[in-house]
């Protein structure tokens, strides 16, 4: 779900990455795809290294609706 957006998150983060426009670890990157719901970044990875499977889809109250295991 939401595969396409992913894909587009992947390549905003690495090109904020690239030209040093973000620190490695810090901070999230997140979309609103709908009332209430968000995909997000997972917290602690670099830019540099995200994929679409380290972006999940967490709530207005950060609970997380859909992700890989680990996501935090």
């Not at 999230?28 to 830019?47: D, I, P, R, W």
């Not at 540099?48 to 859909?66: Q, R, S």
Request: aromatic share 10%.
């Amino acid at each position: 779900m939401y595969e396409e957006i992913k894909e587009q998150m992947v390549d905003i983060c690495h090109k904020l990455w690239q030209k040093g426009w973000v620190a490695a670890n810090d901070g999230n990157v997140t979309v609103k795809v709908g009332e209430g719901k968000y995909l997000a970044t997972q917290t602690g990875v670099s830019k540099a290294f995200i994929t679409p499977e380290k972006i999940g889809l967490i709530d207005d109250d950060f609970n997380i609706l859909e992700a890989a295991e680990g996501f935090r």
